[in-house]
């Protein structure tokens, strides 16, 4: 069976990290590119980070540059988001999707294959 498990959510006050994992079972993460998306309730699903399948380009929205590193380690198969200088606004349920590198490059939420059942972020002011 195909899975993505994120995990590491939680409460955190603003200026804190948290770090974020996603899981993969029944295939190989690393034959995707791996996409990070966010959504609060009654907005839409927005993008958040990306990874290709080689490891070789990361992407990132801007309203999270330089605050938010994604790696991935292909020995455990998972994808890691660092997510340092959290902001209230962070607050959302995270997913992480598993898709062509084009997609995920783009942040294109509906062209991903796969998807995780998400792990909520709240970041307190």
């Known amino acids: 069976q195909l899975q993505l498990v994120e995990t590491g959510g939680g409460l955190v006050q603003s200026g804190g990290s948290l770090r974020l994992s996603c899981a993969a079972s029944?295939?190989?993460?690393?034959?995707?590119?791996i996409g990070w998306f966010r959504q609060v309730p009654g907005k839409g699903r927005e993008g958040v980070s990306c990874i290709t399948s080689n490891s070789r380009y990361t992407y990132y929205e801007d309203y999270v540059k330089d605050r938010f590193t994604v790696s991935r380690d292909n020995a455990s198969n998972t994808v890691f988001l660092q997510m340092n200088s959290l902001e209230p606004d962070d607050t959302a349920v995270y997913y992480c999707?598993?898709?062509?590198?084009?997609?995920?490059?783009?942040?294109?939420?509906?062209?991903?294959?796969?998807w995780g059942k998400g792990t909520l972020v709240t970041v307190s002011p």
């Open positions: 029944g295939f190989t993460l690393e034959d995707y590119g």
């Open positions: 999707a598993a898709g062509g590198d084009y997609y995920c490059s783009i942040f294109s939420s509906p062209d991903m294959d796969y």
